[in-house]
Structure formats: C-alpha cells, structure tokens
C-alpha cells in the first residue's frame, strides 16, 4: 500500500534552475525510507512538496488519494504530513514542552480535552513523560528534536518527514532520536528520513532512495545500494571499516 506517489514531479527555481525534476517515486505505509545524497540534492525541495509546502513546476504529488495542493495551491493531503524541520529550535513555538505539543492540534481547531490528550500522547511517545511542565529551550539538542517530533505527532499525520535529523546532535542525541524513530515504526508510522548520514539508521530502513542533481540515482534496498557502491554518489560506504589510526582522516 502506498502512502504518497511522486509523478513526474519538477521544481523550477526562480532563477531557472531545477530543484528536482521527473521524480517518480512512492512512498509505502509502515517504513522507514531514507531519502539519501550530498547537500544541495533536492532531498528538502522534494519532500516539502509532500507537506505541501511548495507548489510543483510540473509534474504532481499524491498523499493517499488525493493531491497535495489544490489548483488553487491549497494544501489538502499536506494535513497528512508532518514535517520535522532540520532546526528543532526554529519549530518551537510555546513556553513549555506542554504548550509547544497543544499547538499543532490546537491549531487544526480540536476540543480542548482532544488537544491535552494528543500533546501528552506524544510527548510520552517520545520520552518525554515528565517533562511538559519544563521551558522548551531548557531540553538537550537530542531532546529538543524528539520535542519537535512529539509537536509534529501531536497532529496524528500519516506520514512523518524527518528533514536532517542528526543535524549538530552528539551521540546521544542520535540515538535518541534512533530509538525513537525504531519505536514508531513498530507502532506502523511511515516515516521519510533525509539524511546523508546513513550509517545511522540505515539498518531500520527498508528502502533507500538517493538523490544526486535533483534526479533520482537510486531506488530500492538498503542491502541493494551498499553493494552498488555508495561512494559515486557522495555518500559515505557505512560498512567500510578503518584499519589503522591513520585511516581515521577523510581525505579520499
């Protein structure tokens, strides 16, 4: 079953460059898809058409049965998409952990007992049980991001877009982030992680998409692309192990 379908999607720059252009692509319910490639691939460009956030040079986007904007550029499935931005701190809006949660759902004009129930659900879902009563830029990088994510759950979209989520994290914001990520998909989410760290979440992933001058250079298994050679695609090979000290230096 799928979630969302790119058809021969482009987007045109005002200065006449193209973002992306002939994607085909679709995303399935229940798993993860890394949206892999070097900065300035179109990683972002593509999937903020899926939230709606950009209208289409040609081409169109689907989320379930209907488009992602309307004739009018309105967005209509973009309700289904939540997107988590590569900034968790640009998307915090309330005072406390609590408030920021109530937007989202207050904003989609939900009863009050609704809005409460749905911001305490996802911040439990994100670990964040205990903390709603605490300043929102008080949290940890790794907290911050899984704040945003609960912001964006909150909404229940059926689809969740992950923009850069390891961005400026230590090591144990990732895997807080990646644990995160693994309990969602076990709960049937379909999350979309763009990234070009793939070695960090790679092995949850059942497919792995990579973009390269805004077209699609790769689509299909995570096991698939690891063996075609990830390097041609300025990404690094996750299973490549160093041998010595002197190793430890990205010079090739």
């Keep these: 079953m799928f979630a969302a379908r790119f058809e021969k999607l482009g987007h045109r720059f005002h200065d006449g460059r193209w973002g992306v252009r002939g994607i085909d692509l679709s995303i399935r319910s ?5 949206v892999a490639g070097p900065n300035g691939a179109g990683k972002s460009v593509l999937m903020k058409h899926l939230a709606g956030l950009l209208e289409p040079s040609e081409g169109r986007v689907l989320v379930g049965d209907e488009e992602a904007l309307d004739r009018r550029g309105r967005p209509l499935g973009a309700a289904k998409v939540g997107y988590v931005f590569q900034s968790a701190e640009a998307q915090m809006l309330g005072d406390t952990a609590l408030d920021d949660a109530r937007l989202g759902p207050a904003n ?13 659900d996802a911040l439990g879902r994100c670990g964040l049980a205990g903390r709603e009563n605490d300043l929102a830029f008080s949290f940890s990088g ?10 964006v759950l909150a909404m229940e979209p059926s689809i969740l877009v992950l923009d850069e989520p390891f961005a400026n994290l230590d090591r144990a914001g990732v895997v807080q982030v990646v644990r995160l ?11 979309v992680l763009l990234t070009h760290e793939i070695e960090k979440v790679l092995g949850l992933a059942s497919r792995l998409v990579v973009l ?21 695609w300025g990404l690094a090979n996750p299973l490549a192990v160093p041998r010595r000290l002197e190793d430890l230096a990205w010079l090739d």
Excluded: C, H, K, Y
Aim: hydrophobic letters at 40%; a neutral charge.
């Design 142 to 151: 790794g907290e911050a991001r899984r704040l945003a994510i609960a912001a």
């Design 108 to 120: 989609q004009g939900l009863p009050w007992p609704e809005v409460e129930r749905r911001a305490r």
């Design 212 to 232: 390269v001058g805004g077209s699609v250079a790769f689509d299909g298994s995570p096991s698939d692309g690891i063996a075609a050679g990830v390097g041609r």
């Design 30 to 34: 229940g798993n993860l898809t890394v």
């Design 181 to 191: 990520v693994r309990d969602l998909l076990e709960g049937g989410t379909t999350v």
